[in-house]
């Protein structure tokens, strides 16, 4: 029997083991929770489904790595860790119908972002950072090990909105979040760093929790 594997920054832990799983995980392998995902209830998803709000599943297995600071100098040297993920085909299927159909794709988590990318630009034979390439993409199923790094200059292709946890200074998933919030900010090349850090201290002024049992933020 193994057991829940908590990120290095809790070294003790007395609560309920169940706290540390999303209510809609099936597949094993991820060596930590998507944490953005602690956030639904089975409640909270039966008053998003009568609203009309639809829900596909996407699997990534969260690797160790994702705790490891980004230590290059500059951003492009550092070696991303490799996941393993999948999509569907069923599920693919209804996102793209849905994007065609005027919807919109909010991403409850940084684990569903690098799927759901992935799944528009490299399981296509698209480079990520290609920005010639369309800004809209239609995702494709897809199973392998996904090693995409997502830092400022990035152009998001399948992923519209973002549900977020706060994350770990010098994180390869801060960096993402300032991308994605960077694309509103395109001739200020460190907008989306600086705008994030002032979200983050504000967070700090009214009490927000960091991290994996903390509080969420909406990017739209």
């Known amino acids: 029997m193994g057991e829940i594997p908590l990120p290095p920054y ?12 999303t209510v809609y995980s099936r597949p094993e392998g991820s060596a930590a929770a998507p944490t953005a995902g602690l956030h639904f209830t089975p409640e909270l998803l039966a008053a998003l489904h009568t609203k009309g709000i639809g829900l596909e599943t996407v ?11 980004v230590e290059s100098e500059r951003v492009e040297d550092h070696a991303i860790h490799t996941e393993w993920a999948s999509l569907s085909s069923m599920a693919a299927r ?5 994007t065609l159909a005027g919807g919109r794709m909010v991403a409850v988590g940084t684990t569903s ?19 010639a390439a369309c800004p809209w993409q239609r995702v494709a199923a897809f199973t392998d ?13 399948a992923v519209d909105m973002l549900i977020t946890n706060f994350h770990l200074p010098r994180s390869s998933l801060l960096m993402l979040v300032s991308a ?39 990017l739209i």
């Not at 992935?118 to 399981?123: E, G, S």
Request: proline share 4%; charged share 30%.
């Open 94 to 98: 209804r996102i793209n119908e849905t």
């Open 59 to 69: 699997t990534l297995h969260v690797g160790l790595d994702t705790f490891r600071p």
């Open 113 to 131: 972002v690098r799927t759901l990318e992935w799944a528009a630009t490299r399981a296509q034979g698209i480079d990520p950072y290609d920005q």
């Open 145 to 157: 090990n996904v090693d995409i790094f997502i830092y400022p200059g990035y152009r998001f292709r």
């Open 10 to 21: 809790i070294t003790e832990y007395g609560g309920d083991r169940e706290r540390y799983q």
């Open 180 to 218: 994605f919030i960077a694309q509103a900010h395109p001739t200020d090349a460190d907008a989306g760093r600086r705008i994030l850090l002032d979200l983050y201290e504000e967070a700090k002024r009214e009490g927000y929790r960091f991290y994996s049992f903390g509080d969420a933020m909406v």
